[in-house]
């Protein structure tokens, strides 16, 4: 949920863990492709990200970076906004990568930062809520297969699927708050909207404004 979201990026500002979950937010990037993104690969001109390599463990458990990404279509270049380029740019240069960590380090340091919280959520699920903001905005779904480097439609349409999923779910629990409210004379509770003017998908606008107007 984007009030998640909100909560974890003003929780971790500042920390390398604040990059890993804008990217996996904002540009639905995978642990294994957020470890292995060097500075490199950041296009200040352009506001985008090249995707080209993924960071995995060898026969030997030794986590290495491969020169491919985990299919042909996962290949690709994410537009993201102005904002979270500078942030990505602005990283100390301690290694030739952005975040210098390997992803159980990212897996360990969510868990331990969304336990502090109180959420209930996986890393992964950045991934799965960036998929639901293209969603949300009618997005093509030739463009959100592009941008998530999904080779098929049908992993897109099972995210798809459960995040409408958890969306009837949250409407039946209203509902049924309401209902309740309106039998003991409480008025409806406010309902929290969220808008993104003129959406258009290759400004890099797929992360809610608000999110990083209040975390940058």
């Not at 439609?153 to 995210?159: C, N």
């Not at 509770?189 to 998908?201: D, G, I, M, T």
Request: a positive charge.
């Amino acid at each position: 949920e984007e009030e998640d979201v909100r909560r974890l990026l003003q929780h971790i500002e500042g920390r390398w863990l604040e990059i890993a979950v804008l990217l996996g937010a904002c540009a639905g990037m995978r642990r294994s492709e957020i470890c292995a993104l060097k500075f490199t690969d950041i296009d200040l001109d352009k506001s985008l990200i090249h995707i080209r390599r993924t960071m995995v463990k060898d026969d030997k458990g030794e986590w290495i970076v491969q020169e491919r990404t985990k299919t042909v279509k996962s290949k690709r270049d994410v537009t993201l906004p102005p904002v979270i380029i500078e942030k990505l740019w602005n990283r100390p240069r301690n290694s030739e990568f952005v975040i210098g960590v390997v992803p159980d380090t990212v897996s360990k340091e969510f868990i331990d930062t969304r336990n502090a919280l109180g959420l209930k959520c996986r890393f992964h699920d950045l991934r799965h809520y960036n998929a639901s903001i293209m969603l949300a905005l009618n997005v093509p779904d030739k463009y959100a297969m592009e941008r998530m480097g999904y080779s098929t439609p049908a992993t897109l349409k099972k995210v798809y699927q459960h995040t409408m999923t958890g969306k009837r779910a949250e409407v039946r629990l209203y509902n049924k708050s309401w209902g309740k409210e309106q039998k003991s004379g409480q008025s409806k509770p406010n309902q929290v909207k969220w808008k993104c003017k003129n959406p258009q998908p290759e400004e890099g606008i797929l992360c809610p404004r608000k999110i990083i107007a209040q975390n940058s």
